[in-house]
């Protein structure tokens, strides 16, 4: 089964415990604490509703450890695989009152990962044959960013810088501070390379044709071309094969399933797109109980 790296599981930890805290609140699960006895035992099993990518098992396998240790969950898919309505995902066994109270919470975590896992491999196949990668930003949900990235892996994406402290960009906005210098992307960029170890890596984003000639010149690891459509893509292209073909181009901005084959026939590096984790809707899957 893939598996959490450290960084993930903690982050994964940290989230089951406020969702377990905001669905149980002080006293638990009212219903089943009426209605089924402390002892009595069950079993359940996780089963897709849709066809979609799946992803988050191990958030689900975390969330019943936690609530209960005498749950147990025996894995019948793995995350990144490609499931179909009515595949059993998971088959889940214990006491039936706590199965019932961390169902939602492993649901949430699965349905979520699993919709951005299931929409990025819709983007990976739109540009399937064409040497592109699809990579995911930082638009993501408070808190759950690293198991977002982790999900669009799953679907077969590539995930761009994690934060602000592990990669450098210098943005528009970096630009106009320096607004008083002759050459302020040239600036930016002795700033930063004088300032941190060359292997960090450096992007610059601009918006037109004449900025990406001026950001070549002072050669940074790649450029982030904002907005632009494929027609200028595929100039930026020859440009940057002409000047700088050590350079990686990056398209973004308002990139849709749609479009995404274009901007990567213009010969791109790579495309990034917010909507992999701001906009995936959730994968549809239920727990059905076993009698």
């Known amino acids: 089964m893939t598996s959490f790296s450290p960084a993930e599981k903690a982050a994964c930890c940290r989230l089951i415990e406020l969702a377990l805290k905001e669905d149980l609140g002080s006293v638990g699960d009212l219903t089943s604490e009426a209605v089924l006895a402390r002892d009595q035992g069950g079993q359940a099993v996780l089963v897709a509703r849709r066809p979609g990518v799946l992803a988050g098992m191990p958030a689900a396998l975390e969330v019943f450890k936690r609530f209960d240790l005498g749950l147990s969950l025996e894995m019948q898919c793995e995350d990144g695989c490609l499931v179909q309505p009515g595949d059993r995902l998971a088959l889940i066994q214990g006491p039936l009152r706590s199965l019932l109270a961390a169902e939602r919470t492993a649901l949430n ?59 450098i960009l210098i943005k528009d906005n970096h630009l106009a501070a320096l607004a008083g210098h002759p050459d302020p992307v040239g600036e930016a960029v002795r700033l930063v390379r004088q300032k941190y170890d060359a292997s960090l890596p450096l992007e610059v984003e601009v918006d037109t044709l004449e900025q990406l000639e001026i950001a070549l010149k002072a050669k940074p690891d790649m450029v982030l071309l904002d907005n632009m459509n494929p027609d200028q893509l595929r100039q930026a292209v020859r440009l940057r094969n002409e000047t700088a073909p050590s350079v990686l181009l990056e398209a973004s901005g308002g990139v849709t399933l749609e479009t995404v084959r274009a901007l990567a026939e213009s010969g791109v590096d790579r495309i990034s797109v917010g909507a992999l984790t701001h906009s995936a809707p959730a994968l549809d899957i239920g727990l059905d109980y076993l009698p």
């Open 109 to 167: 975590f699965v349905q979520r990962l699993s919709g951005i896992a299931t929409l990025t491999r819709r983007y990976v196949e739109a540009v399937a044959g064409l040497p592109v990668k699809i990579c995911d930003t930082r638009k993501t949900t408070p808190g759950w960013r690293l198991l977002e990235k982790y999900a669009v892996r799953c679907g077969g994406g590539h995930n761009h810088r994690m934060g602000l402290y592990d990669g």
